[in-house]
């Protein structure tokens, strides 16, 4: 589920200081509920910029634009669990890299975001359903 911005930026997350001069492009709430430790089981990806014990983030760039997604791990407002939090922080490359970013809104909005999110949510169901090795 899409969130507001601000509720990444008003966390004290050691991304702002990294990232100081990118923008939140958005903010998901990740279909990961979990307790307090397991941050390390949603971000068994691929290489990371970083990695704490509540946030991990992984960066990519290219002509267009320099692109960090932060996962932040964060206790539900209404119980005892926590879960997963998404945030796409963005700094295009000139003005040829903000005309992109605007023009690709729908396409990460009907196809990029739904398909990501789905495969976050499986990865998910899968691990809890899988027994430790």
Request: charged share 20%.
């Amino acid at each position: 589920m899409r969130i507001p911005n601000s509720v990444c930026t008003a966390q004290q997350w050691r991304i702002h200081e990294i990232a100081s001069d990118f923008t939140v492009e958005d903010v998901w709430a990740l279909p990961t509920p979990g307790g307090p430790d397991d941050l390390h089981r949603l971000v068994e990806w691929f290489t990371s910029v970083y990695e704490t014990d509540t946030e991990w983030v992984a960066e990519t760039a290219n002509k267009t634009v320099h692109a960090a997604m932060h996962i932040g791990w964060v206790p539900d407002d209404s119980g005892p669990g926590y879960h997963g939090r998404m945030a796409v922080l963005v700094k295009p490359n000139g003005l040829f890299g903000r005309v992109y970013m605007t023009m690709i809104v729908p396409f990460r909005y009907i196809l990029v975001y739904p398909a990501l999110l789905r495969l976050i949510a499986r990865s998910w169901v899968h691990q809890a359903e899988s027994p430790p090795a």
